[in-house]
Nanobody, 126 residues
Framework: VQLQASGGGLVQPGGSLRLSCAVSGFTLANSAIGWFRQAPGKEREGISCFSATDGSTYYSDSVKGRFTISRDRNTVYLQMVTLKPEDTAVYYC??????????????????????WGAGTQVTVSS
């Protein structure tokens, strides 16, 4: 199983980025996949997760209304708009076949999720 995240970079406040997570060796049907991020000195947090089991999508309060998760076959995207300096973090995609809701996946800790991709750095700065 491989999850490969890409699309990070340096962007000015108010700007946009789209992250991609290419998934191989894992069937997204009847599973959950999402995006997590970890800022320096902070714990990793689940910010947007989708469950194919029940079709639910979860967004944390910190990104709700600004970030959108979507899926196209075996690629999951995170469209980020109106970026803020506090969005600066390493972003990871993760997947697991057990959680049956998006919120359930996003609430899991690192060790509770089966598959992780390497992170991609997002820096929001002027």
């Amino acid at each position: 199983v491989q999850l490969q995240a890409s699309g990070g970079g340096l962007v000015q406040p108010g700007g946009s980025l789209r992250l991609s997570c290419a998934v191989s060796g894992f069937t997204l049907a009847n599973s959950a996949i999402g995006w997590f991020r970890q800022a320096p000195g902070k714990e990793r947090e689940g910010i947007s997760c989708f469950s194919a089991t029940d079709g639910s999508t979860y967004y944390s309060d910190s990104v709700k209304g600004r970030f959108t998760i979507s899926r196209d076959r075996n690629t999951v995207y995170l469209q980020m708009v109106t970026l803020k300096p506090e969005d600066t973090a390493v972003y990871y995609c993760a997947a697991d076949s057990y959680p049956n809701t998006g919120e359930a996946l996003c609430s899991l800790s690192f060790y509770g999720i089966d598959y992780w991709g390497a992170g991609t750095q997002v820096t929001v700065s002027s």
